[in-house]
């Protein structure tokens, strides 16, 4: 089934999309909370689960394997319906497959982003259980930018996952109508 995420961080935003049955649950990241005119990014995330108990990403922002999984521990206690959004590499390109591992095995819901390619999500599927809900959000619409079609790499990695009941693949990256048709398509 094909659910609808709102990624934002405007707390007038999310107010009202909440309202909105389509509206599943919503991913935010440091950008767009910094601009939502965020002084403390804790406590602007704190005041955002005041408003939605639906599902919700929270992204870390440090880059060194300690820093993002001090800071994911610290996210997820914020709230039951928290996934704490980790990229799928650093700023180097490096990898965070054991990040990715260690926090799948505290049972952290992750959100795992900055995907492009179905290679990716099978070094993913390697490191996580079977049991910690993840998403594994497959930057469709930036692939598209640079003359990408990100269909083939959507349907490896769904095809891939299926074993995996706690996997859900997230189009991200939205940049048309016209994506939320191919999302459904495809049925993620």
Known sequence: MTKIFCDIADINLIKKFNKKNIVKG???????IRKAGAKNY?????????ITKKPISFE????????I????????????QIYVKVPVTNSRGIF????????????????????YTAQQTSQILKKINKKTK???SIFAGRM?????DPIPEFRKSIKISKKFKNVEILWASTREPLNYLQAKQLKC
């Open 134 to 136: 993840v998403i594994i």
């Open 26 to 32: 919503f991913t935010t990241n440091p950008s767009l």
């Open 69 to 80: 999984i001090k800071q994911a521990i610290k996210i997820k206690e914020w709230g039951k």
């Open 96 to 115: 965070l497959g054991k990040v990715i591992k260690d926090l799948n095995n505290k049972n952290i819901k992750l959100n795992i982003t900055a995907v």
């Open 144 to 148: 598209s930018d640079v003359g990408k």
């Open 42 to 50: 804790s406590n602007y995330c704190k005041n955002i689960l005041k």
């Open 60 to 67: 870390v922002f440090a880059d060194d394997d300690k820093n």
